[in-house]
């Protein structure tokens, strides 16, 4: 479907707990002077102004970045993306995972992009142009079988639906499975949304029983606004870096303490 936007729920509490574990695993990588491959799914404009109508219409920044960010230590790579991002777009400005793999992953990592939604598609080039980074107006999750493996092999890829289309939860396993035996070394991330129904639990069962070794992790906080139905936030992880456990546990602290 096309009719997600994301700048609705930028910033949202899930926002923060996808990025801050996105932004650790990409410094732990980018920590060897070996090149990587990054992919995205489902990109977004990769920038966003939480002082627009559309996100001030939901508020959700507030229970999210805004509560949250001051709590994080400050070398966390998570606030270092936050901090340039305001730095270059003003101190309304919030990173999508776009911009933040952008700013921390070097001229021999190269990024593959996905963007179907047109009007996204048109932001996020605007977004990836000081980069130098042409993403791809297409399909990402077929984006992803066809240009896995890549070279170089070692990378990361995001994999962040809208799941607007219920048919993604029952998709997504074997998708997984499929993408992990061509590409058995890459960290693939599957962001979920964890909602009062518990829609999710199939599809992270089908991928634990698919993927024995799968690092999940999961954070909870109070709905949003009234009537929202998400009340928590899931990252599914093939091939997690060391130490990424220890990282996500002081995540899940902060949660605890300042989220619920």
Sequence with gaps: MLSYQHLYHAGNPADVHKHALLAWVLDYLTQKPKPLSYFETHSGRGLYQLDAPEALKTGEAAAGVNRLAPYFPEDHPYIKTLEKTCADHGPHAYPGSPLIAAQMLRDTDPLHLAELHPGEYACL??????????????????????????????????????????????????LIADLHRKWNVGVVMLWYPVLQDARHKPMVQALSQAIPDLFLHQVDFAPVRPGHGMNGSGMAVINPPYGLDAAAKTLSDLFHTYAT
């Design 125 to 174: 080039q605007d977004t990836m142009a000081p980069f130098r980074i042409t993403p791809i107006q297409e399909d990402g999750l077929q984006m992803a079988l066809a240009r896995t493996p890549p070279s170089p092999r070692r990378g990361v890829m995001l994999i962040d639906p809208s799941y607007e289309v219920k048919a993604d939860y029952e998709i997504l396993p074997k």
